[in-house]
């Protein structure tokens, strides 16, 4: 059995899923997934339940937010970690994630060079506010 | 007039003698006319008539009769003359009355041909402060502020040489300097021939008149102003005045409100948010302070100065205005904003990720001169991102969103934190960013990420500015009840007047150095705002030709050692 991270990326936005793809392929920790809609989420996430939730905020018809509801609802997926990713630079809609339950915000556009190692800090469980962290990662610490 | 009136009284005394003397000879010629008569009839005897003598008293009565014909034309004119001469003297009695009230009610000045004065009047030397004796010979030019060259004066020398007659208001000068406001009425005067002999003007102070119109207008402005107005004492709060709209919504009428405290305007008073409030106004730091706040379920915008009345009591001068509409549409604009935010966004990420693939090497190597194009479009994404961020953060501030995530911050480890984070502008404008002091013990209460950006702001700010090759010092300083994060650099300067504009939305100062430097003008404006939100303060100085130091002055945490512990325990 594979050790690696099987994560699945929602993102209705073909060519961020390519970069993110590109992104995934320089680390081999992770298993990646990928689809553009919350309802193609579902039906992945029925075959096959992934260990991280890797979601767009904003998509058409079924967004991030509802998207996870449905994964925790449908699929069993309420324990599974889940990271955000928005366009949305506003703290406080970050902030709203990260009190509903969140792992993470990752605000775009994002580094694809040092998304895996951003990806591994917010996995880490919570130790308190380290010195430096990546300018685009918000993490519930609270 | 005066030898006129006396030759028609002379004339008169003489036409009553000639009355007189023709009534005698009329009388006289009658009598002998009637003796004539009787010796016509008398002189001979046995009745004979004597025709001569009653021709002759027929003669004699006609020159009679045409005597007192003349005696009663001369008294008929006499009397008619006598009554012109009574309505003149009538007339020259009620001009000298009228004239005595002019003169009592106005201030005249007569001049002559080239406004040299003549003769003032007592109001003249009440209003003006000149005696007659220091006014007369003067030109009046001595009453227009600016003298012969006052526009005013100009206009009515050319007037008054035309021969016109001027009426109208003019401002002029006293003695002592006061300006005053006058009514004239300046009448040219000319002899028969038309020869312009002298000027007479005639004025009124209007300066109280015009002065209360100006009152009274203010004062229903005020009343009717559809602002709050509050006018209260500074010692204690006490209410003096309030405006209808004031006190319309308190539900008290203006003698109910005076002694009121101002707190008992309204039950949503925050005494300590009002303290806050006028703090920089009782320090002389402000002269005019502004906030926002929640009113009784609305958003109100309230603006207060200090203002000394008359008998010296200062008060606050508080106007409250309803911008809960206004709120509304910055809302609305901020969430327009934000949607283009992110729509921009969206795209960048794909950009920017592609240009950070490439220059990775993941997609194979680039030729030096594709990899130099790739970092011109990797440089040029970061600037449009930072324009995409100032301006969300701009229409936040606009729209008073822009909230502070506090937690207590080593102000040393940051600043470390800072210089790595934005050794990317040391290495593009070839200069370097060294720590200075930083005293371990500097604590303060803020919002990581913010003050951050307000780091990068100002030292991307410095790294532009700064000569190359040279430092920029970041270092932080204990000023008793703050701690002072200072940035220095060797740059050319901020000329004196730029001095508040740097800190304005979308001010791109003149470089005193003249090389234009690129950036959207809101950075400074950011980051006043962010530091105001911590309840701080940030200022710089700067010299021409030797570099300028921003100053950010953060309210100090007070750390306290935890009993039987190591941790610190720390409160704002």
């Known amino acids: ?69 449905r994964l925790k609802s449908e699929c069993g997926l309420s324990g599974t970690p889940v990271i955000f990713m928005s366009a949305r630079a506003e703290q406080e809609f970050a902030r709203k994630l990260l009190e509903r339950g969140a792992t993470a915000v990752i605000t775009k556009p994002f580094d694809p060079m040092t998304l895996c190692d951003q990806i591994r800090e917010a996995l880490k469980p919570a130790t308190g506010r380290g010195p430096a962290q990546p300018d685009n990662l918000l993490k519930f610490t609270a | 007039m005066e030898s006129i009136l006396e030759k028609v009284r002379n004339l008169t005394s003489i036409k009553s003698a000639a009355v007189l003397a023709a009534v005698l000879t009329a009388v006289m010629t009658l009598a002998l006319a009637v003796r004539y008569l009787i010796e016509a009839f008398t002189r ?18 006609a020159l009679s009769a045409a005597l007192f014909v003349l005696a009663y034309f001369i008294c008929k004119q006499t009397r008619r003359m006598e009554a012109e001469r009574q309505s003149i003297l009538d007339g020259r009695m009620q001009i000298s009355f009228q004239l005595d ?86 009448v040219p005067v000319f002899d028969p021939e038309g020869n312009h002999l002298r000027t007479i003007a005639m004025s009124t102070d209007i300066t109280a008149v015009r002065k209360a119109e100006a009152d009274h207008f203010l004062t229903v402005l005020l009343k009717e102003l559809p602002d709050e107005v509050f006018i209260y004492r500074v010692e204690d709060h006490r209410i003096i005045f309030m405006n209808d709209r004031a006190l319309e919504r308190c539900g008290w009428t203006l003698e109910e409100a005076r002694g009121k405290a101002i707190a008992e305007t309204t039950p949503d008073f925050d005494m300590a948010f009002f303290n806050a409030h ?27 100065r200090i203002h000394v009345l008359p008998d010296n009591d200062p008060v606050f001068v508080s106007i409250l205005r309803d911008i809960t509409e206004r709120k509304r549409q910055e809302r609305h604009r901020l969430q327009v904003v934000s949607n283009v935010s992110h729509e921009l966004r969206t795209p960048l990420t794909s950009i920017k990720g592609s240009l950070r693939l490439l220059k990775s090497g993941v997609a194979g190597d680039l030729p030096p001169e594709g ?20 301006i969300l953060d701009f229409e936040k501030i606009v729209a008073g969103k822009m909230e502070m995530d506090m937690a207590p911050l080593r ?3 940051f600043v470390k934190e800072a210089i790595a984070v934005n050794t990317g502008y040391a290495v593009e404008h070839r200069m370097s960013f060294r720590a200075g002091e930083l005293p371990e013990d500097a604590v303060v209460m803020g919002d990581r990420n913010r003050l951050m950006q307000v780091m990068t702001n100002l030292m991307s700010n410095a790294a532009k500015f700064s000569p190359e090759g040279e ?6 300083s204990d000023q008793g009840s703050a701690w002072r994060i200072s940035v220095a650099d060797k740059g050319p300067g901020i000329p004196p007047e730029g001095r508040e504009k740097v800190f304005e939305s979308f001010a791109q100062l003149e470089p005193a150095d003249g090389k234009p430097r690129k950036g959207t003008g809101l950075g400074l404006a950011i980051t006043r705002r962010i530091i105001k939100l911590h309840a701080g303060r940030i200022d710089f100085e700067s010299t021409l030709g030797e570099g300028t130091t921003f100053h950010i002055d953060l309210p100090k945490a007070t750390v306290e050692k935890a009993p039987g512990g190591e941790s610190l325990e720390i409160a704002a």
């Open chain 1, 1 to 69: 059995m594979s050790s690696k991270i099987r994560v699945l990326h929602v993102d209705d936005d073909d060519d961020i899923r390519v970069i993110t793809k590109l992104a995934f392929s320089l680390d081999d920790g992770f298993d990646l997934e990928q689809c553009g809609s919350g309802v193609e989420a579902l039906e992945k996430a029925r075959v096959a339940p992934p260990d991280l939730l890797l979601l767009d905020m904003v998509m058409p018809g079924m967004d991030g937010a509802e998207t996870w509801e």
């Open chain 2, 44 to 61: 001979g005897q046995g009745g004979q008539f004597f025709w001569e003598d009653a021709f002759e008293a027929a003669l004699l009565l």
């Open chain 2, 101 to 186: 009230a002019m003169k009592m009610h106005s201030i005249v000045a007569e001049s002559d041909l080239d406004g040299y004065y003549r003769d003032v009047n007592e109001n003249f030397e009440k209003l003006f402060g000149y005696s007659r004796d220091e006014i007369i010979g003067q030109n009046a030019s001595v009453l227009y502020p600016g003298g012969r060259d006052n526009e005013k004066y100009k206009e009515l020398r050319g007037l008054i040489t035309r021969g016109e007659v001027f009426t109208g208001e003019q401002e002029l000068i006293t003695k002592g300097g006061r300006i005053v406001r006058v009514h004239s009425t300046i």
């Open chain 2, 278 to 304: 006028i703090q920089p106004l009782l320090t002389g730091e402000e002269e005019t302070v502004t906030i926002q706040a929640r009113n009784q379920g609305s958003w109100v915008e309230i603006t207060t």
């Open chain 2, 371 to 390: 990899a130099q194009l790739v970092d011109i479009a990797d440089r040029n994404t970061d600037r449009m991102l930072g324009v995409l961020n100032d």
């Open chain 2, 411 to 413: 102000l040393d480890e």
């Open chain 2, 471 to 476: 430092d920029v010092v970041i270092s932080v």
